[in-house]
């Protein structure tokens, strides 16, 4: 809980209050209670004004070379049946990104897969040491990928 109100119009909210700051471990909530976790984009603010297919293909295949690097360093990081349905989802978005007219619903769904399937990587990420920081490039380049595919089709 928050000693002090730490912005304007903070209120006091009883119980456990964890916001932007890491959670490491298990959590248990009441029956009245309830746990959410948002994992925000990259920053609009980070990407140029206009996104083509061309930097939709960049960021897979550095969400690719970055699972790779991962898979190397720490081969139990991600469970194998995980990481080779991340690597065909990221191969379908590829295909589709070749097509004349690519499906938007196609590639947002593929990408939502590949986040799920890679989701275990967050608590790798802040595990520490040299392994998070290459678990962080993914979850990085995780990010990206979604803030493309957000501002070349929507949401």
Same mark, same amino acid.
């Given at each position: 809980?928050?000693?002090?109100?730490?912005?304007?119009?903070?209120? =006091?909210?009883?119980? +456990?209050? =964890?916001?932007?700051?890491?959670? =490491?471990? =298990?959590?248990?909530?009441?029956?009245?209670?309830? +746990?959410?976790?948002? +994992?925000?984009?990259?920053?609009?603010?980070?990407?140029?004004?206009?996104?083509?297919?061309?930097?939709?293909?960049?960021?897979?295949?550095?969400?690719?070379?970055?699972?790779?690097?991962?898979?190397?360093?720490?081969?139990? *990081? +991600?469970?194998?049946?995980?990481?080779?349905?991340?690597?065909?989802?990221?191969?379908?978005?590829?295909?589709?990104?070749?097509?004349?007219?690519?499906?938007?619903?196609?590639?947002?769904?593929?990408?939502?897969?590949?986040?799920? *399937?890679?989701?275990?990587?967050?608590?790798? *990420?802040?595990?520490?040491?040299?392994?998070?920081?290459? *678990?962080?490039?993914?979850?990085?380049?995780?990010?990206?990928?979604?803030?493309?595919?957000?501002?070349?089709?929507?949401?």
């Amino acid at each position: 809980m928050h000693a002090d109100a730490p912005e304007p119009n903070w209120t =006091n909210q009883s119980g +456990i209050v =964890n916001q932007n700051s890491p959670n =490491n471990g =298990n959590m248990a909530a009441g029956s009245n209670n309830r +746990i959410v976790q948002t +994992i925000a984009p990259a920053s609009p603010s980070t990407l140029p004004e206009e996104v083509t297919l061309a930097d939709l293909r960049a960021v897979l295949e550095e969400v690719r070379q970055s699972l790779t690097r991962l898979r190397a360093d720490a081969p139990d *990081a +991600i469970a194998e049946e995980d990481a080779e349905d991340a690597e065909e989802h990221l191969a379908r978005v590829e295909a589709e990104t070749g097509k004349d007219s690519p499906g938007a619903g196609v590639i947002r769904r593929r990408v939502s897969m590949v986040v799920d *399937a890679l989701a275990a990587v967050t608590s790798v *990420a802040s595990g520490g040491g040299a392994l998070a920081t290459t *678990a962080t490039a993914l979850v990085g380049s995780l990010a990206q990928l979604q803030a493309v595919v957000l501002k070349l089709f929507g949401g």
